[in-house]
């Protein structure tokens, strides 16, 4: 299974667990919700419908999330963090074992005016013959839970847990000492 297909399964079962009762539609392959930058569409119990994007990470021991601003930099389309008109979005690291949940407007609002400040990243995607660049910002994680206070993080059951526990429901406050990380992986991003 991809990283992708992972996250998504993350990320139905966490949207499961929070409602019961609500259904859960894959629209990744759905034109009609493709270029609105929606995955997931989560019918609650009460009839709202929410649109979630589903972004997998599967870096070790990184602490930062990769906001796409160029999908496709060769055909100069917007990336998904800037036109994507759901509701959350769910950046699930599968290493680390955590689901983050995003309010993404929230969060798009708190980083455009200060995007200038984070570090710019190319990655490289090959399907078939065809190879694109796609741009993003690398922004810590820290920097996102202290601005927005809705952020969650939810820890991810493990292979012979009985339940999920969330590894925290909302941001650390700001002051709270954490051991020095160790150097990252020379990764893409």
């Not at 990655?123 to 952020?151: M, N």
Request: glycine share 8%; proline share 8%.
């Amino acid at each position: 299974m991809g990283v992708g297909d992972r996250a998504v399964q993350h990320a139905r079962e966490w949207l499961q667990s929070v409602e019961p009762g609500s259904r859960i539609h894959d629209v990744q392959e759905d034109p009609r919700f493709q270029h609105r930058g929606v995955d997931l569409l989560w019918e609650l119990p009460s009839g709202e419908v929410r649109g979630i994007e589903v972004k997998g990470d599967r870096q070790p021991r990184r602490k930062r999330y990769f906001f796409e601003l160029v999908s496709n930099l060769e055909r100069d389309t917007p990336g998904c963090f800037l036109y994507s008109g759901a509701d959350l979005m769910l950046y699930v690291f599968l290493v680390q074992g955590e689901l983050h949940v995003l309010p993404l407007k929230t969060v798009r609002e708190w980083f455009l005016p200060r995007a200038k400040a984070y570090e710019l990243r190319h990655t490289f995607t090959q399907t078939g013959a065809i190879r694109y660049t796609t741009v993003g910002a690398v922004v810590p994680v820290k920097d996102v839970q202290e601005a927005v206070a809705e952020v969650k993080v939810i820890r991810l059951r493990r292979r012979g847990e009985s339940a999920e526990e969330p590894a925290s429901e909302a941001a650390p406050s700001p002051g709270t000492a954490s051991a020095p990380e160790p150097p990252e992986e020379d990764v893409p991003y």
